[in-house]
C-alpha cells in the first residue's frame, strides 16, 4: 500500500516538473537559435525550395543545432579547414595557415557566421563568399550546395565567381587564394560545382553523414522528438543523446 502510494506520489511530481523542465529546455533552445525568427525564415525558404529531404520543425531544428555544438566541442577534427594539398608559398598564405588567425578575416569578410550552427540564417551572399573565402575538403562542399540550392541561381553565381578567381580576373584573386590557404582550392571548387551540376537532386541516403549533407542534417533533424517534452521524455527513457539524437528503436516504436 505504501509502495503504491509512494509511486503516485512521484508521478504527480513528475507530471508537475515536467510541464516546467520544457519550458526552461525550449528557452535554452531559443538561446541557442541566436535569431529564431531568421531560423524559420530559413526553415519557410527549405519547405518552399521543395528540397528531397523531411523538412524539421523549429524545435527539431534546435536539437540539430544542439548537436553541431556538441560536435564543434568534443569532435573539432571533423570541422574541416585543413587540406591534402600543400599552402601556397606566399607569405600570407603561410602565416594563416595557422588556424586561429583566418578566423577574424573570415569574419571581416563576412564568409562566416560563428553562431549559426545550421546555416540557415545565412543569406544567399554570405554562403557564396563562405565557399569562396573559407577553404573546406572536396567531401565538405556538399552541404554548403545544398544550402545554396535554397537560393535559385546561387549555384551559377558561385561558379561565375569562383571562374573569376581562377583565371585571375578578380582584383581579390590572389587574396581569396591567401585566405583559402591551400593550392588548388578554388580549381578543385570548380571541379565539385561542374559535378554537382550534373548530378540529379535526390534524397540523401539512410546512412547520409548530417555532418557533410545539408539534406540529411535536416532529415536527421525531423528524426527528432518534436517538442521539448518529447525530448524530455525519450532523455529520460534513455532514448535520445545530444549527440546521436533519438536510439534507433524508438525511432522504429515511434514509426
Known amino acids: 500500500m505504501r509502495s503504491a502510494h509512494v509511486g503516485s506520489a512521484a508521478a504527480a511530481a513528475a507530471a508537475a516538473w515536467l510541464p516546467l523542465a520544457a519550458r526552461a529546455l525550449e528557452g535554452a533552445g531559443r538561446l541557442l537559435l541566436v535569431r529564431p525568427h531568421e531560423v524559420s525564415e530559413g526553415l519557410a525558404r527549405a519547405r518552399a525550395a521543395g528540397l528531397p ?4 520543425n523549429e524545435w527539431q531544428l534546435t536539437l540539430g543545432v544542439a548537436r553541431m555544438w556538441h560536435r564543434m566541442v568534443f569532435r573539432p577534427e571533423s570541422v574541416g579547414t585543413g587540406g591534402g594539398a600543400p599552402p601556397r608559398a606566399t607569405w600570407r598564405a603561410r602565416a594563416l595557415a595557422l588556424r586561429p ?15 549559426d550552427f545550421s546555416g540557415l540564417r545565412s543569406s544567399r551572399e554570405r554562403g557564396v563568399r563562405h565557399l569562396l573565402a573559407a577553404h573546406h575538403g572536396c567531401d565538405e562542399f556538399i552541404y554548403d550546395f545544398e544550402l545554396l540550392e535554397l537560393y535559385p541561381g546561387a549555384l ?6 569562383a571562374l573569376a578567381i581562377v583565371s585571375g580576373e578578380s582584383p581579390r584573386a590572389a587574396w581569396l587564394r591567401d585566405l583559402c590557404v591551400f593550392e588548388g582550392y578554388h580549381e578543385a571548387l570548380l571541379a565539385a560545382l561542374e559535378a554537382r551540376a550534373a ?3 535526390a534524397p540523401p541516403p539512410p546512412a547520409a553523414d548530417p555532418d557533410t549533407s545539408f539534406y540529411a542534417y535536416l532529415a536527421w533533424c525531423a528524426r527528432q522528438p518534436a517538442t521539448p517534452e518529447a525530448t524530455l ?12 539524437g533519438v ?5 522504429s516504436g515511434a514509426a
Open 53 to 56: 529531404c523531411a523538412i524539421p
Open 101 to 115: 588567425l583566418r578566423f577574424p578575416f573570415l569574419v571581416a569578410e563576412r564568409a562566416i557566421a560563428p553562431l
Open 156 to 161: 551559377g553565381e558561385l561558379r561565375d565567381r
Open 199 to 201: 548530378a540529379p537532386k
Open 233 to 244: 521524455a525519450a532523455a529520460l527513457a534513455r532514448d535520445f543523446t545530444v549527440s546521436k
Open 247 to 251: 536510439a534507433a528503436a524508438a525511432q
